[in-house]
């Protein structure tokens, strides 16, 4: 079974994250399915069914991704008549921008677009080929292309833009509180998260932000430099990934101070300080921290949390690399330099270990493979209600990380600390 979304999910997710446009699918019913139920489960707040899109068919009684529903017919003698008639009654529902997502079905269709840049009903359209795209491309692409239609405020340069995080990321809406939590005591303020449906006023106010930060740059490297040369905002690629695990949480502290000229010790000093009420509580049942030691782990996903996560688990439990799949290659030379001196665990396949993948697949090993712990690390998700704040970024996301490597196995464990002393004749006293 292949789990993995495409260029084309990508783009819708990109589109819906950034909360500007209505995404019209242009396509066959099951195509918009399943992508309507994955940003269900991504965006995690309830939206009641507007009364306004039930004046259009093409919603289908949704209040989200609008579809033309191809069918035999369109694909015979083209698809312009109904894409016409989608665009014009999508548009009178909610009056925004109307972002033309093509499916692989509808981008074989030999049919004549040039009417779409008639004035006032052109839509906002990717390059290319979607299907043919990964899911970080379709996201970075949809996202440029969105934002570059837009005509940010001009004003005084302050606070920062969080790039690339969106509502693909496990949690995160409670991840964009971590962001903060490891920013705002330096000093700095974020003023936009893009692709976490933010405000629409922070986002006309995307170009007044001194510096650009991406947290995954995989999914957004073009709209980093397209804001550059239309705001002149510069943008930061983190060295060390996303900000998952503590290594790399101060990493991305101290990169972000120096590129703003700020002092990092007052968020470093928080970060320190839960690091150490972790380590304590992890100390009192040492025996599973030490069961880790030597073991391997698989991982599956983007290189900008794998290469993080593996520098931590590796550092702090001495963990094996086996499996390593990467879903792009933005981090793949630090990667391949950080595991170079690491002896390799193999596969994985067999025995204990901790398998770092997607919602489904982590769901689907749980049931089928005792032996191993899974961490959902990436979309899809397994889990449909989040109310713990599991998230991978910042310190909450090392407590997820952690409480999901130690309880992940069921197995008999000796709960007694090593400490203790068993010496043959010892006998208590008082």
């Known amino acids: 079974m292949n789990t993995e979304p495409d260029g084309m999910v990508g783009a819708a997710v990109a589109s819906e994250s950034l909360g500007m446009t209505d995404t019209l699918i242009n396509g066959a019913g099951g195509c918009r399915s399943r992508t309507q139920i ?9 939206k009641p069914e507007n009364g306004s899109c039930c004046k259009s068919k093409f919603f289908s009684r949704q209040s989200r991704l609008p ?16 894409l016409s008639e989608g665009l014009k009654s999508v548009r009178s529902v909610n009056g925004r921008k109307t972002m033309l997502i093509d499916t692989l079905g509808a981008s074989l269709v030999c049919t004549d677009y040039t009417w779409l840049t008639e004035k006032n009903r052109e839509p906002v359209r ?13 996201f970075d692409a949809a996202a440029e292309a969105i934002l570059s239609s837009m005509e940010p405020e001009r004003g005084e340069k302050t606070g920062v833009n969080i790039l690339g995080y969106g509502i693909s990321d496990l949690g995160w809406n409670y991840g964009c509180n971590e962001i903060r939590r490891l920013l705002e005591p330096m000093g ?32 957004c490297t073009r709209t980093a430099e ?23 949480i101060r990493k991305f502290i101290e990169e972000t101070a120096d590129h703003l000229g700020k002092d990092p010790e007052p968020s470093l000093e928080i970060v320190n300080r839960e690091a150490e009420e972790v380590h304590s509580v992890l100390m009192n049942y040492d025996r599973i921290p030490l069961f880790l030691h030597a073991r391997p782990f698989t991982a599956k996903g983007s290189s900008s949390v794998i290469y993080p996560l593996s520098r931590w688990i590796t550092g702090a439990f001495g963990m094996l690399p086996g499996s390593i799949s990467l879903s792009d290659g933005e981090y793949r030379k630090e990667i391949d330099e950080y595991m170079k001196p690491l002896k390799s665990a193999g596969t994985g396949e067999d025995g204990f270990g901790v398998v770092f993948t997607d919602g489904l697949s982590a769901m689907h090993g749980r049931l089928y493979d005792l032996e191993k712990c899974y961490v959902e690390t990436e979309i899809p998700p397994g889990r449909q ?19 999901e490597m130690m309880n992940g196995t069921i197995r008999f464990r000796c709960g007694q600390p090593t400490e203790i002393d068993l010496r043959p004749g010892y006998e208590e006293t008082g």
């Not at 705001?231 to 990934?241: C, F, L």
């Open 226 to 248: 397209m804001l550059e040369e239309k705001t002149g905002t510069p943008y930061m690629r983190p060295s060390m990934g996303a900000p998952v695990g503590y290594p790399s």
């Open 67 to 82: 579809c033309t529903y191809l069918n035999g017919n369109d694909l015979i003698f083209g698809t312009a008549q109904k």
């Open 38 to 46: 994955m940003i269900h489960d991504l965006i995690p707040f309830y």
């Open 126 to 138: 990717v390059n290319g080929d979607l299907s043919a795209m990964s899911f970080c491309e379709g």
């Open 188 to 219: 700095v303020r974020i003023g936009c998260f893009p692709n976490c449906i933010p405000d629409p006023d922070s986002l006309k106010r995307i170009g007044n932000s001194s510096l650009n930060i991406m947290i995954h740059p995989e999914l």
């Open 385 to 403: 209600v989040n109310l713990l704040g599991r998230t991978l970024v910042g310190t909450a996301g090392c407590r997820y990380i952690l409480d």
